[in-house]
């Protein structure tokens, strides 16, 4: 019998088109965009499926994403592919926080709106963040110790793929202690801020005030922050994590090796791309990954892992 997780991937997977054989193919996922729209007053579907500069702003992509993804986790539930623990990447945290049975799918809508007009809002001049390729993230974290100005990992994503962010001066005064420690590249990204650095607590923090408001439940299955990289045990640790998330690096690398140290063999990868399946093959080759991107994606997942 086969341990599955569910992992969601973050922003930078989108892509005009993301959901819209679902949406057109099941009531289920419909009624999610519809009620994505419903809560946040944007034409969610117009957003996913055509072509507009809105997809790649933080501010709208980041509900389109989240919206996306539940929408195909539902089709998933509906045909009665259960996880035994939920993931993601980032952003994606929000819809394993609702596959969990954690949060409501309309308060992640109503939350990561919030979260990604914040974030955009927050972004100060002079940040970004940078890929470095080819080099252990243990020795990058010492060279950073070195390095004058804000600069700290981002994100953990597998052996030889490290994200960090921080002030611009900062990361390029990085570039070349970390190419003499051994980095094959360092290189920018074009990104609109200085995510998961300590340049965004305020957005946390005016996270944490919207938060405040949104009821969190028992879980129904087990979740793995980007945080801790490790399991959330009681409902009342959610808040305090997606507050921190957002100006904190995202132990990625560490959250699938944790799952996998506790017997997960199979990731589907629910949502746009396949950012996962890369980093996780990295990580792990033998652990089998299934991405449901695409309706007929969704029919093989279905047909491999009832007949598992």
Known sequence: MSKIAFVFPGQGAQYAGMGKDFYENSSTAKAVFDQASAVTG?????????ENE???????TQIAMVATEIAILKVLEENRIKPAVTAGLSLGEYAAIVASGAMKQEDAFSVVQMRGTFMQ???????GMAAVLGL???????????????????????PGQTVITGEADAIARAAEPLKQAGARRVLPLKVSGPFHSEMLTGAGEKLGEVLKDVEVYDFSIPYVANLTADYVREAKEVKPL???????????????ERMI?????????????????GFVKKINPTVKMINVDKWADLEKCVEELTNA
């Open 42 to 50: 944007l034409d969610i579907p117009a957003l996913c499926f055509e």
């Open 54 to 60: 809105n997809l790649n702003q933080t501010k709208y």
């Open 121 to 127: 809002e927050a972004v100060p001049t002079g940040g």
């Open 136 to 158: 252990d993230y243990q020795v990058i974290e010492k060279v950073l110790e070195n390095v004058e100005g804000i600069v700290s990992i981002a994100n953990y994503n597998c």
């Open 242 to 256: 997606l507050i921190k998330q957002v100006s904190s690096p995202v132990r990625f690398q560490q959250s699938i």
């Open 261 to 277: 140290g506790d017997g997960v063999d199979t990731i589907v990868e629910i949502g746009p791309g396949k950012t996962i399946a």
